[in-house]
Each structure stands twice: as structure tokens, then as C-alpha cells.
């Protein structure tokens, strides 16, 4: 599959993307978006981003764009600063996708790009180089710096006080950053499991291996929780003492109401819980994908400019909206998805509180999701099944035979289908790659996960892939 872009970013295999073909896109980029005064630019540290950044930095020099080139660092503190800046940046990253796949994320002075800035991207493909070759470059290490200082300011140096804290590191690009900030709000940080072989993290698809392995950290190390991140860091990892993972869109809620905040958008995959919260006036369902939850929040700011609106993802990738009030001093708006924010906030309401991670976790309206994916599928077989489920009601029935009935139907994004005894189930091929994923939820966390297991099962039988991929 030709590279191409999907929920977040332009992303494909190593070998395809080529030096011709990121050049193309940073051609059309700075054709088709405002860029400011410069581009930024950062990376992961898969093997291949690298060289990757190398093209890029060469392709906008050659459109006469100046770059600030901020090396290897999380793509949050790349966006936090290039749009203090008034700036636009790329970041190279794979995300949490293996390391023979890699990508380019772009950011406007503004934020992300959005749907319309992608199609008017990939409208401005094919352009010849402008060889003027007139843009500078230069190097500047103070992004990550700026992106520590705002949690320290935010939250202060006794939010984590004595807490010990696990940083499974791995091969994530924010994996010392992790260690800094908890010994900055005072934790006592215990790194573990640190990777110069890049490891590709899913925060939302752990397996069991890593799962038993964090619980295993947990009773060894005496820990009050563990943290991590995806590859590029804007998906948070966070486990409880017991090592059990307290899921990304948990993590939303909590720290939407650690910050006082009124309105959420999130995608249609995240937890319905949210919307039995009183603390919340509203909440707006969108398609799966930050660009999707930012046009969402976008539009509540426009006709509410004092909302204290917020966003996040299913896998924890946080949004704020608005000016929010830290336990010592202000945390500024960032509307591109973070990983810092939904890590520090419940942590710190715990700290506060005197109530262990967990606690928090069960004050919240039970219900429960699980989610996983299948590999090894191509894109346009998952879409003809799916679109097949979509449109035949007897195909769903035979797919869901053992289920209660279909008490509701939700095309959103994919297919998600409500059933009478409260459990949903949500079907969603990848949008970049040979991936198909299974959501669920339910009242009670095992059926949750049964209920994945089940339908992944089920659809490599009647796809064809294997247990192996």
C-alpha cells in the first residue's frame, strides 16, 4: 500500500517512502498550508526517521523554507513550540506502528492540519522543486525544555511528592522526558524496560506479555503506578499499582475533571461513560481521529468562546481547549494530542487526594472497553466485509449470531452496533494500514475483553489472516 495519509498523519513502509516521495509531500505542504516564519522539525527513534528527517530538511531548503531543526523529541513539545512561534513543524514518526513503517505528521502555525488541509496536500502533489534553495537551517534543543516547564509550572514541584513511579521507557522518544518530570513534581522515578531496539507500543492494544510484565514491575518495585507512551508520545500509558492498565478514554474523563472542564469531544470508540458524568454539560461524538476531534472542538469555541472545552481520544490522546487552572498556576491551550497532560492529572489528583490511582478509576460510571487488532488483511477486503455488515442486516445477524439483539446502529465510524444487554460492539478497518480493529464495551471488564477476542477470532476466520500476524 502506496503511503498515504490516515486517522493522524501521512504514514507507510520504510522503503516506500522514499527521498522523492517526502519531498514531494513537503512540496505541497508548504504549497497548500501556511507555514509561518519557518518549519520545525522533529522525529522518533525508529531506525529510519532519521535519514527521513534529513529529506525533509532538504526539501523545504530547496523551497527556500527556513528550519528549525529540534531533533529527536516528542511531537507534543514539537507542536507546543512551533506554535508558540507562530511556526509550522513536521514530525517524523511511525507512531506506535511497526519500525518497517514510518510517517510525516504536519502542523500549521495554528495545529494540526485538518481533513480539507490534507486533500488540498495531496492536490499539490506532483509540483517541481523550486530549487532556490535560500531557506537557513539551524538546530534548537529547548523544545523539549519549554514542554517540561509547562508541567512543573502547571502542576508544581510536590504534585507527585514520594509517589513512586515506574517509567517503562522502551524505545519511546519521551522516555528520559518521563523520568525528568516525575523527579520535577517531586516522584520518585524508577525507569524500567529501556529499548535502543525500537519496540512498537500500542497503548491501545496491549498484549499479554506486557501487561503481566508491568504487573510484575508493580510488585517488585513497590509502585504506585507505572507510566509510558506510544513511539512519538502522544498517547499515555498508564498502569495502577496492581499493574492494571486504567484504559486512555478513563484517562480523559478523569483529567477532564481534574481541570474543571465542561464540554468533551471524543470519538464514537470512546467510552460512553463520559456522558452519564454530571460534570459535563455536553459531549460530541466525532469520527475517529484527532483532526476530527479538534474540528469538534473548533466549533464549540466558535459559539461558545468561554467553554472550557477539551478533547481525547479512546487512546488517551489529550486536547485542551482552554486556559486551565493547575494546582500551582496556569496550563495553557494545546490543541494537538498529548500524553504529559492525562498522565499528570489523575497522578496528581491521586497525590491530592490521598486515593491510590485505582480509586479514582472506580468512582467513575462503570463500564468497561477493550480493544485489539487483527493484522495481515488487506484494506479493501476489510472494507468490502465491513460494508457488507453495513448493508445486509441478515450478515450481521449470522456475524453476531451469538450476541443479544441489535438494539441500536452507529455509522459514525464503521460499524458499531449496540445490543440489547448493553454490550457494544465496534467493527473499523484501518484507514493505513492491512489492519482491522475490534472495539468493545460492556458493563463488566472481562466481557469486554471476551468480546474482543471473540470477534478478532471470527474475523480472521472469515478473512483469511492468521493467528501468527
Known sequence: ???????????????????????????????????????????????????????????????????????????????LSAMAQGDAAIMVTGSHIPADR??????????????????????????????????????????TEGYLARYISGFGRDALRDMRIGVYQHSSVARDLMVAVVEGLGGVAIPLGRSETFIPVDTEALDEQTRTMLAGWCAVHGLDAIISTDGDADRP??????????????????????????????????????????????????????????DAMEKVRAQSPDARVVGYEANGGFLLGFEAKGPAGP?????????????????????ATGRPLASLVASLPQRFTAADRVAGIPSETSRDFLAKLIQDPAARQSFFAVQAPESQLDLTDGLRVRFEDGSIVHLRPSGNAPEFRCYAEADLADTAQKLVARYLSKLRETLGASEAE
Open 1 to 79: 500500500m502506496a503511503p498515504k495519509f490516515g486517522t493522524s498523519g501521512l504514514r507507510g513502509l520504510v522503503v516506500e517512502l522514499t527521498p522523492d516521495l517526502v519531498a514531494d509531500y513537503c512540496r505541497a505542504f508548504v504549497a497548500a498550508c501556511p507555514t509561518g516564519g519557518a518549519v520545525h522539525l522533529g522525529r522518533d527513534l525508529r531506525p529510519s526517521s532519521p535519514a527521513i528527517a534529513q529529506a525533509v530538511r532538504a526539501a523545504l531548503r530547496d523551497e527556500g523554507i527556513s528550519v528549525i531543526d529540534c531533533g529527536a523529541l516528542p511531537t507534543p513539545a514539537l507542536a
Open 102 to 143: 514510518n510517517g510525516l505528521k504536519f502542523y500549521v502555525p495554528s495545529g494540526e492540519i485538518s481533513k480539507a488541509d490534507e486533500v488540498a496536500i495531496n492536490g499539490h502533489l506532483g509540483r517541481a522543486s523550486a530549487h532556490a534553495s535560500s531557506g537557513f537551517a539551524r538546530e534548537d534543543k529547548s523544545a
Open 237 to 294: 500509558m498508564v498502569a495502577d499499582a496492581n499493574g492494571r492498565i486504567v484504559a486512555g478514554d478513563v484517562l480523559g474523563a478523569l483529567t477532564a475533571r481534574s481541570l474543571g472542564a465542561d464540554v468533551i469531544c471524543t470519538p464514537v470508540s470512546s467510552n460512553s461513560m463520559v456522558s452519564e458524568m454530571s460534570e459535563f454539560r455536553a459531549v460530541h461524538l466525532t469520527k475517529i481521529g484527532s483532526p476530527f476531534v479538534i
Open 331 to 351: 496550563i495553557a491551550p494545546l490543541m494537538t494530542r498529548d500524553c504529559l497532560l492525562p498522565i499528570l492529572a489523575p497522578l496528581a489528583t491521586a497525590h
